[in-house]
């Protein structure tokens, strides 16, 4: 009996996950835990340190980031996944061998970038952080060669992410960001403090050290082995050829990053804090609804390549689902801004002031959440039929375009930290619509009107359901009423009944949440039954996979996959 739970639990681990919607809703899941706890870190990062010393920890991310994005990310998002997974079907001998190759070259490349730029790491930040003190940026060089060594770790855990994800394995590799999170957690907790920012700074190497030794036994347990060959097969020359343009595109996309640490220095100590804080909300949806899909789908689109109609209807059914999934997100975004922020952030040192401006920050990412999420499923699109190049092109343009917003709105117009955020929106707004009119026009899938006529079904949906929130947010808090803040202003409505008898004050924090709650879920009624009255087919797919999950207790594969990834020896044997 205890072995065959064990078997069980064990299988549950190692099983391949068969279709889109099952591998994404695997994703979704640990993705929902993983910003969970990354919200749980940055609350907790919040209560010990203020927003000025937040700042620092945050930009002595820059330049560790720097590396891991372009060489890691830049090259497994596009590159690797599709190459490995093609290798496996021809045989698995030369999979591992590109897989080993890869992890060397990216070992020795790292190593190289981190001394070179860990070594001018003082006079770098002086460039791209110019607002910040002598003995500011002395503390985030110091931070900053701390933290290379955990990068070091992710450029062979993310070999391994990909090597799972090609064979379909999706939940260690989701589970290993939750062990990032909670490293960087405990270290805030145990160390900061005797050791300050150090504390922290030591909690994401050994996070990163966990990300790492996670996905390990099961990767090896696949046929994974390290070697020290630097042998260039084909299967690698193709790696490189395909990264090439993503990697282009990765760099470019650290310069606008850097320009906004460049510009938040700017306009004050504490405004990047307010910038990551903002971000680091918008990025769940982005992440439980973007990244989640985009990542499920790769490997099948990659397998539909030659078969137009069947990639056709992957792609657009799964990004109309998003669409449906993740608009009503960002609106309550944009509308329960300053609770969600209270609620999330709400510490003795997180100030009104700092609450107000991380608000506005998370309002302005919240009209491109829906164009990030996009955006990543897209380009993943064009990954699978093994074109990298206009993606990039599309992208590097409107990275550019955020850069030159990002410009006229800190330096011309001089708005506060939100110009960034802003920029970054229209940026992504324009990569998205860019992107789906390209694909749309190669597949053949009729006009680009009727194409996006799910979407507008739910922008639509969303609008009105947006409204609703905002009515209702206003009505029922009383610090509206005792302001006289908005609308209500003007509304002499006190002198006639008692508003206290039905209005909740937010200043303590249950009124707040149970406000909060309230107005979330009246407006996602709202958004349905008005998707309803659309005839959008998107909510009777939602009603569906809840009906799946809750009621049959399984999730069905939709569409269902004929082709399959080849089996190692070791599932053979299992």
Not at 293 to 304: N, R, V
Request: hydrophobic content about 55%.
């Amino acid at each position: 009996m205890v072995n065959k739970l064990i078997k069980k639990g064990r299988d549950f681990f190692v099983a391949p996950q068969s279709s889109v919607l099952t591998a994404a809703t695997v994703i979704m899941v640990m993705v929902v835990a993983s910003r969970v706890l990354g919200l749980v870190r940055q609350r907790t990062l919040a209560h010990f340190f203020s927003p000025d010393d937040l700042a620092l920890f945050f930009a002595a991310f820059r330049l560790p980031d720097l590396i891991f994005e372009v060489l890691v990310y830049g090259t497994f998002s596009s590159a690797f996944i599709p190459v490995f997974t093609r290798a496996v079907k021809k045989g698995n001998h030369e999979a591992w061998k590109i897989a080993s190759v890869t992890v060397n070259i990216g070992l020795i490349i790292f190593i190289f970038l981190t001394l070179i730029i860990g070594g001018f790491a003082g006079p770098l930040y002086g460039l791209i952080a110019p607002g910040f003190s002598i003995s500011q940026r002395e503390t985030i060089v110091s931070l900053t060669r701390i933290l290379f060594a955990a990068q070091g770790f992710f450029v062979i855990s993310y070999v391994l992410t990909g090597v799972l994800e090609s064979l379909r394995r999706f939940l260690i590799p989701a589970l290993a960001p939750l062990f990032y999170n909670l490293g960087i957690i405990l270290g805030t907790i145990f160390l900061q403090d005797k050791l300050g920012l150090l504390g922290p700074t030591i909690g994401v190497v050994i996070g990163a050290f966990i990300h790492f030794a996670i996905q390990l036994p099961i990767a090896m347990k696949l046929g994974f082995r390290f070697s020290f060959s630097l042998r260039i097969s084909e299967g690698v020359k193709k790696i490189g050829k395909l990264a090439a343009p993503r990697i282009l595109e990765v760099s470019f996309l650290q310069i606008s990053k850097m320009f906004e640490l460049f510009f938040s220095s700017l306009v004050s100590t504490a405004a990047y804090t307010y910038f990551t804080f903002g971000n680091t909300l918008q990025l769940l949806p982005v992440g439980l609804f973007g990244t989640s899909i985009a990542k499920a789908a790769l490997p099948t689109l990659s397998s539909y390549a030659e078969d137009i109609t069947r990639f056709r209807k992957t792609l657009f059914s799964a990004l109309y689902d998003m669409s449906f999934l993740i608009i009503p997100i960002a609106t309550a975004f944009i509308i329960l801004r300053i609770p969600i922020v209270r609620l999330v952030y709400g510490t003795d040192i997180f100030s009104w002031e700092a609450t107000v401006q991380t608000g506005y920050v998370l309002s302005a990412f919240g009209v491109g959440v829906f164009f990030q999420a996009a955006s990543a499923l897209l380009a993943r699109s064009f990954y699978a039929l093994h074109n990298t190049r206009t993606p990039v092109l599309v992208s590097i343009f409107s990275i550019l375009l955020v850069i030159i917003c990002d410009f006229i709105f800190i330096r011309v117009l001089r708005i506060d930290i939100w110009g960034l955020a802003a920029a970054f929106s229209i940026g992504s707004a324009v990569q998205a619509t860019t992107l789906f009119y390209l694909i749309n026009k190669k597949l053949i899938n009729g006009s680009f009107v009727k194409s996006i006529s799910p979407i507008l079904k739910s922008v639509i949906a969303a609008t009105m359901s947006g409204l609703v929130m905002y009515f209702l947010l206003k009505i029922f808090d009383r610090s509206v009423w005792v302001k006289r803040i908005s609308f209500l202003g003007k509304v002499e409505a006190t002198k006639y009944f008692p508003f206290d008898k039905f209005v909740l004050d937010t200043r303590y924090t249950f009124n707040l949440l149970i406000l909060t709650a309230v107005v979330s879920v009246v407006g996602g009624i709202v958004y349905i039954a008005i998707a309803i009255l659309l005839k959008s087919e998107q909510v009777w797919n939602f009603f569906n996979l809840i009906k799946r999950i809750f009621i049959r207790r399984k999730v069905t594969p939709i569409p269902k996959e004929e082709e399959t990834v080849s089996p190692t020896p070791t599932d053979m044997a299992n």
